[in-house]
């Protein structure tokens, strides 16, 4: 649907080193793009070489986490997103499923996280997705309509101004990825379920995206881009699923 942002954003989860970065971002710098936004979510640390590798470009440089506290404090360890914006950052990943799984993130803290990026001024790409028991036991809809429901309780009207990831836990680094309609059909649910922001709001596929699957998954009528991990890491995979959004 061209009425809405058409996205590929890499998540590179913990991955990386100045060596390897640098070869990789000045490959993304210099992608042809057709129809889709790029943005590329690096490892904090990595953040101002990646500021700089794509300055200039219309490469969009994301950070993975932040803080859901907005003020300055004893937070030890933490970033916050005032912090991200300093350095040049203009989105971050929000509900990650790796953060809800490993490090406790209820949808009530992703919703503050998602309510803190946007008041720092960057655009949270706010992940959903239900894990193989929940889809096995018929609960994919009723879990992501409660994840997005709590972003959604969070953010009022400002809701228009996020991307979603529907990212299923069981397709994310596993190499099995769901069929087209499987992500059709939670898209449309997604949709449904943002109102009247749905009509605004990009909704990005992730989970094993690969060169070879992308455009049929890109296809859908409401898949509007896609979350990309493990392929985001190697320039040639990347640069082919940007071209085939
Ligand atoms: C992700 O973690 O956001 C993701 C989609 O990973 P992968 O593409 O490796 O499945």
């Known amino acids: 649907n061209m009425s809405r942002a058409r996205w590929?954003?890499?998540?590179?989860?913990?991955?990386?080193?100045?060596?390897?970065?640098?070869?990789?971002?000045?490959?993304?710098?210099?992608?042809?793009?057709?129809?889709?936004?790029?943005?590329?979510?690096?490892?904090?640390?990595?953040?101002?070489?990646?500021?700089?590798?794509?300055?200039?470009?219309?490469?969009?440089?994301?950070?993975?986490?932040?803080?859901?506290?907005?003020?300055?404090?004893?937070?030890?360890?933490?970033?916050?997103?005032?912090?991200?914006?300093?350095?040049?950052?203009?989105?971050?990943?929000?509900?990650?499923?790796e953060r809800r799984q490993y490090h406790g993130e209820t949808d009530e803290i992703v919703a503050a996280k998602a309510l803190a990026a946007l008041g720092a001024g960057l655009v949270p790409i706010v992940c959903v997705g239900e894990t193989l028991v929940e889809r096995d036991a018929d609960q994919a809809f009723e879990v992501v309509n409660r994840q997005l429901g709590a972003v959604m309780a969070a953010l009022g009207e400002r809701i228009n101004e996020v991307l979603v990831a529907y990212e299923p836990v069981w397709a994310i680094g596993t190499g099995r990825t769901a069929s087209p309609e499987q992500a059709q059909e939670v898209h449309a649910s997604i949709r449904a379920k943002l109102g009247s922001a749905g009509a605004v709001v990009p909704v990005l596929y992730g989970g094993s995206v690969k060169a070879s699957n992308a455009s049929s998954i890109f296809a859908m009528s409401d898949v509007d881009g896609g979350l990309i991990g493990g392929a985001s890491l190697v320039a040639g995979d990347f640069a082919a699923i940007v071209a085939a959004l």
């Not at 690096?42 to 986490?65: C, I, M, N, T």
């Not at 907005?70 to 937070?75: L, P, T, Y």
Request: contains cysteine; glycine residues 12%; charged residues 10%.
């Open 8 to 97: 590929v954003v890499g998540n590179w989860k913990m991955n990386g080193s100045i060596a390897a970065n640098e070869a990789l971002l000045a490959a993304v710098r210099e992608l042809p793009r057709i129809g889709a936004n790029v943005g590329v979510c690096a490892p904090y640390v990595y953040l101002p070489q990646a500021v700089q590798a794509l300055d200039k470009s219309a490469v969009v440089v994301g950070a993975q986490d932040l803080s859901a506290h907005a003020a300055s404090g004893a937070f030890t360890g933490e970033v916050s997103g005032a912090m991200l914006a300093e350095v040049g950052v203009r989105q971050v990943i929000v509900g990650h499923s």
